[in-house]
């Protein structure tokens, strides 16, 4: 059946009428007891407060916040006031509706066309992004880095890059172990899904219940994790068992990387990794000089934070990426694992949207419910935001073979946020018709600008689509 443009937003815009319309969140407010009789301060207004309008809760004066507040809904407090009901009750609250839209099914039932669709069920990207914080919140949130980063926030967001979808996410302290956050992800794992993962998240064990839930995973391999390969020759002890010693042969990185000049991926395809012996293939990716100039200007940054100096090895080393994977080289040729890795850092862009757009780590010295109102009603923002992005995204790539850039399309949603405020306290209809002309706006202003020999997102999936490419010559 084909349905309009005009169809699917309708349709979009009932799932986020039926958990943010006024009656909706009312019901919700006074679940968590937020509001317990009559207030001046409805559920609705709070939402308007922490969502809709202000992105600055937790740096905005709170006389300022009340003036806002009063020009959008009419509802005159002090400044005390509206302290004292920044209160467990209204992070109760917010963090229930945040709850309820992850729940919701807000992305796009529709997956992208691509080269990978008979091959993986969702592409699973995992990271975290962190801020500093007063040190004034540093008991219930303790920083990463010591008196310089006495406290801190960590966000943890696992999300699929074909639907926009917000597989997991979860807040907690600054110095929160990421590879501890892996197990939670479990649950939500199907088969045939592809989990990408960076140094940070880490861990043979996790690796391996993946392949046991038969899905897939493609990680970088710290490089003190050891590589084996079966030994063609063993000694065997006179009962006729492998003396455990020689069974396996000890692989020399820095051989293997003196063989391959820059740019070029080589593949070990029976490979054992580590100590537990963790079969998959590995494929070692020689930086080109570009990329090796920048990540050694990056490492030495690090080693004068830290304090600390890489082995001579180490730093020899720093010139490849060593990948491991369980995706079959039938499936994923070896020339292309670099290119699919490279898919992780499109979460990088979804993080610089939050601090740029959404300022989810401006903070002042404010007690910790206003900051968690703050976290809280940007993450509704942020999931809103995502969720409006990729079902135009999608429309627009099977309706006009065009590309969004999700930079500029969430610029452009965030500056809708105040009408969406006015249509969600009328109607599905008028939410809808909100939701058509940023939907022109995006088609006409969000296009994703190409640069020469640069790969998005879609060229690596191998998605079919319409871009015209103009390069300027320097004289």
Not at 168 to 187: I, Q
Not at 205 to 212: G, P, S, T, V
Not at 325 to 333: E, R
Request: proline letters at 3%; aromatic letters at 10%.
């Amino acid at each position: 059946m084909n349905v309009s443009t005009k169809e699917e937003l309708h349709l979009f815009s009932q799932v986020l009428q039926k958990y943010l319309s006024p009656t909706e969140v009312e019901q919700l407010a006074r679940t968590t007891e937020f509001v317990r009789r009559r207030s001046k301060c409805r559920g609705q207004d709070l939402v308007t407060l922490c969502v809709w309008l202000s992105h600055n809760l937790a740096s905005t004066s709170l006389a300022q916040l009340c003036s806002e507040l009063e020009a959008a809904t009419g509802i005159s407090m002090s400044a005390e006031g509206l302290n004292q009901r920044l209160n467990e009750q209204a992070v109760s609250f917010l963090r229930r509706l945040f709850a309820q839209l992850l729940k919701a099914e807000l992305s796009s039932s529709r997956t992208l066309s691509t080269k990978y669709q008979d091959v993986f069920t969702r592409i699973r990207i995992l990271d975290s992004t962190s801020f500093q914080l007063p040190d004034s919140l540093a008991d219930h949130y303790p920083g990463s880095g010591g008196s310089s980063y006495a406290a801190g926030v960590k966000i943890q967001l696992e999300y699929d890059l074909h639907s926009g979808q917000f597989l997991n996410v979860d807040m907690g302290a600054g110095k929160g172990n990421d590879r501890l956050f892996n197990p939670t992800c479990f649950p939500t794992l199907q088969p045939r899904d592809l989990c990408i993962r960076d140094l940070g998240y880490f861990s043979l064990d996790n690796l391996k219940q993946i392949d046991q839930q038969r899905a897939f995973y493609l990680s970088r391999l710290p490089l003190k994790n050891r590589i084996y390969q079966k030994n063609p020759a063993p000694e065997f002890l006179r009962n006729g068992t492998v003396k455990k010693k020689t069974e396996y042969l000890l692989l020399d990185l820095e051989e293997k990387m003196n063989q391959m000049k820059p740019g070029e991926t080589m593949e070990i395809r029976d490979a054992f990794i580590g100590y537990k012996k963790l079969p998959a293939r590995v494929i070692l990716y020689r930086l080109t000089d570009v990329q090796v100039k920048k990540r050694r200007k990056n490492q030495d940054f690090k080693e004068q934070k830290k304090g600390k100096e890489l082995s001579d090895k180490r730093k020899r080393l720093t010139q490849i990426n060593v990948y491991i994977t369980n995706i079959a080289w039938d499936i994923v040729p070896k020339e292309h694992i670099h290119s699919l890795y490279s898919l992780r850092w499109q979460i990088e862009i979804v993080f610089k949207t939050w601090k740029s757009f959404f300022q989810i780590d401006r903070c002042k010295n404010v007690k910790r419910e206003r900051l968690e109102c703050h976290l809280y009603g940007q993450l509704i923002a942020i999931l809103i935001c995502s969720s409006t992005l990729f079902q135009m995204r999608e429309i627009l790539l099977r309706k006009s073979c065009m590309e969004v850039s999700e930079y500029k399309a969430f610029y452009i949603i965030q500056t809708y946020f105040p009408l969406f405020h006015q249509a969600i306290q009328k109607n599905t209809q008028a939410y809808a018709k909100i939701l058509l002309r940023l939907f022109y706006q995006i088609k006409k202003n969000g296009r994703k600008s190409h640069r020469y020999k640069k790969k998005t997102v879609f060229d690596i999936l191998g998605v079919v689509y319409e871009y015209s490419l103009s390069i300027t010559k320097v004289a």
